[in-house]
């Protein structure tokens, strides 16, 4: 699902990853739906989307630790990628 690479600096990990997530049949979906899980560095993620909005009508979209407590800090950005149309595509 993803590749990473890792580059020590100082007492900080730096890891560079980019996973990308495939949704069959998106207009289909109304309620919460997770991604498989994935590993960036050594922690293990996944997403969590509500294709409906969380709260309001809009999609939300979440990166969610898996299986650990002590939570790193962590920088990262997620993108929506629209195959049809490519002006509705979002990175934030």
Known sequence: MGTDTEAPKGDIAVVSSR???RIENFSKL???HFSDTFSVGCHKWRLL???KGAIQGNLS???CAVGFSNFPYVD???G???QFDNS???RK
């Open 49 to 51: 989307m509500y294709p």
């Open 19 to 21: 996973v990308k997530w």
């Open 80 to 82: 929506v990628i629209n």
């Open 61 to 63: 979209l979440y990166l």
């Open 76 to 78: 990262f950005y997620l």
């Open 88 to 90: 509705y595509t979002v």
């Open 30 to 32: 109304s309620k919460m």
